[in-house]
Antibody, heavy 118, light 108 residues
């Protein structure tokens, strides 16, 4: 079964760093892009960026360029989303997803809730 | 960047009603458009890809149409389990995607 499993919920303070993960299984991890999507409380979906684990080619939405870093470790089939200095406005649910079957995100992780509060 | 304008932002309809949601792109995106359903507390689920292709296992009451800049998503007969927020997503310039603002569907 093709699936993405994300790391658990996080509660952090402003200014702290954070790295959340998304582990792929059941498919060739290096052959498919993995993207990240933000959903702020009560709001819509925002595409943040995407990485191709095979060669680490990474693209960002202009809205998120410089705000987060996307990376992957193909040896353990895991993609990451990280922040160097969190802000309260980073409070959101974060999903990873992959366009496995077509140019659409047909496989999604369960989401990681990140709460940033003093 | 291509902007997606989705409407309405919310709607209320009765069980059995036909429901239509539209999505307009700021420039021609051919048929590079997908539709997703998101139920509260759940990850989004792909329903329609390439504007009109039904994802495997998705009920046939869901359909999509359109090309160029104007797209339509239809639920032919609204069911209670269809209560959710629906999003369009364009992918004209891979590997970049953009979501519409979403449409919340409620039962009247």
């Amino acid at each position: 079964e093709v699936q993405l499993v994300q790391s658990g919920a996080e509660v952090k303070k402003p200014g702290e760093s954070l790295k959340i993960s998304c582990k792929g299984s059941g498919y060739s991890f290096t052959s498919y892009w993995i993207g990240w999507v933000r959903q702020m409380p009560g709001k819509g979906l925002e595409w943040m960026g995407i990485i191709y684990p095979g060669d680490s080619d990474t693209r960002y939405s202009p809205s998120f360029q410089g705000q987060v870093t996307i990376s992957a470790d193909k040896s353990i089939s895991t993609a990451y989303l990280q922040w160097s200095s969190l802000k309260a406005s980073d409070t959101a649910m974060y999903y990873c997803a992959t366009p496995y079957g077509d140019d659409a995100f047909d496989i999604w992780g369960q989401g990681t809730m990140v709460t940033v509060s003093s | 960047d291509i902007q997606m304008t989705q409407s309405p932002s919310s709607l209320s309809a009765s069980v059995g009603d036909r429901v239509t949601i539209t999505c307009q792109a700021s420039q021609d995106i051919s048929n590079y458009l997908n539709w997703y359903q998101q139920k509260p507390g759940k990850a989004p689920k792909l329903l329609i890809y390439d504007a009109s292709n039904l994802e495997t296992g998705v009920p046939s009451r869901f359909s999509g149409s359109g090309s160029g800049t104007d797209f339509t998503f239809t639920i032919s007969s609204l069911q209670p389990e269809d209560i959710a927020t629906y999003y369009c997503q364009q992918y004209d310039n891979l590997p970049r995607w953009t979501f519409g603002q979403g449409t919340k569907v409620e039962i009247k």
